[in-house]
DNA sequence: CGCGTGATTGAAACCCTTCAAGTTTAGTGG
DNA sequence: CCACTAAACTTGAAGGGTTTCAATCACGCG
């Protein structure tokens, strides 16, 4: 057992060996397999999950069937439903495991734990949140302004390491644009630098 | 003066009026006319808005100088930007009066004061944030997954009250279309709606 | 080998944008 | 109260970026 979760916490939110031992009765450690189920849509999210070791994605379904992925959570990454895990509805999104994936599930009373046993990890639990708020923000602003060839060049910078392990139809799913048209960027891209140099 | 900020509180973060007085030293009352700033890009953002009477919106300026709005905050909204605010750094939005509009300030001294005043206070801000989130999350979703049309009819839905206030041109900067593309498709649905009945 | 999944390519269609007129509306000063 | 102006909204025609649909290619795996 690798407790990556455990190193995690020691390093973001300043939990200590101790502290850790006392929450981990908490704390649920689960295997997924690829194309396996974390959370369906129509279900309340119960936990969230932090990947250890492995691949997670978040998508939505539209009325027409389509996918529209959310977020990727490689290594040390959080991914949940927050919305449905906090105010208790039905969620709308679907996480599922793209690699073989080890993860931890938390819920509401290991965060409420931890808040009272580490003082910071309320500070880091916070930081969190605004984290993912400025990123969600940035993720609109894109979509609202970019073009699918600026969506991808962005998507690379940010997440580079993810596109030799997602497949390039998910990544499409993720800007937001076709695999059909993803493959057409990547290859006026190509023949572009080839130009150039 | 209204003092709506106090009324909200008293009735969604449960904070009395002892305790209101107390806080109210580190809060500011201000106006803003029409077109006024209350906070412009590169600045950082060190107040949150609270708007009493009138209206606000946020919004960001492309590359190529296309303006893209965030949100609208009419009476009793919060506005501000988190992520400025909360990690001290420049700010990539514009806040701004489309009409003449009362806010309330406050800084994160006040978020501080408050939560030590008031216990329920800290719960409210919790679900100021996460209520924040599932929003972001749903325009996204929206973003990804819906047309011109599509996006301004559930836009009608949810803000109906606002498509009497707000130019079209900045409902079609909000939607992320032309206000040429948001003027055909008003004229699609009128002329459609006709020939039902 | 043959099957299935993912990636690529082409051609047509579609949605939306752009640009360039008009038209309407609201506000201002005479 | 009207005339004038500027801004907002509308409309048309052309163009661009993406999608759709269909076919083909590439690859890994039973």
């Known amino acids: 057992m690798v407790e990556s979760f455990k190193n995690y916490l020691a390093l973001y939110a300043s939990v200590s060996e101790k502290e850790y031992e006392e929450l981990k009765p908490?704390?649920?450690?689960?295997?997924?397999?690829?194309g396996e189920f974390a959370l369906m849509a129509g279900d309340v999210c119960n936990y969230h999950f932090f990947v250890e070791k492995g691949l997670l994605r978040s998508y939505t379904v539209d009325p027409g069937g389509k996918e529209h992925i959310i977020q990727f959570a490689p290594e040390n990454w959080f991914i949940g439903d927050r919305g449905s895990y906090y105010f208790r509805e039905p969620s709308g999104i679907n996480i599922r495991a793209i690699e073989p994936t080890d993860v931890v599930m938390f819920?509401?009373?290991?965060?409420?734990?931890?808040?009272c046993t580490s003082a910071s990890y309320a500070m880091f639990n916070e930081r969190l949140l605004q984290n993912h708020i400025r990123q969600l923000q940035s993720r609109i602003n894109q979509l609202l302004s970019a073009s699918a060839e600026q969506r991808y060049l962005h998507f690379i910078e940010t997440y580079f390491n993810l596109t030799l392990r997602v497949p390039q139809w998910m990544i499409a799913s993720y800007l937001g644009v076709t695999p059909e048209s993803l493959s057409r960027v990547r290859r006026d891209l190509a023949t572009r630098n080839q130009k150039i140099s």
Do not use: G, N, S, T
């Open 26 to 34: 908490l704390i649920r450690f689960r295997h997924f397999a690829p």
């Open 107 to 115: 819920d509401q009373l290991f965060v409420e734990k931890a808040m």
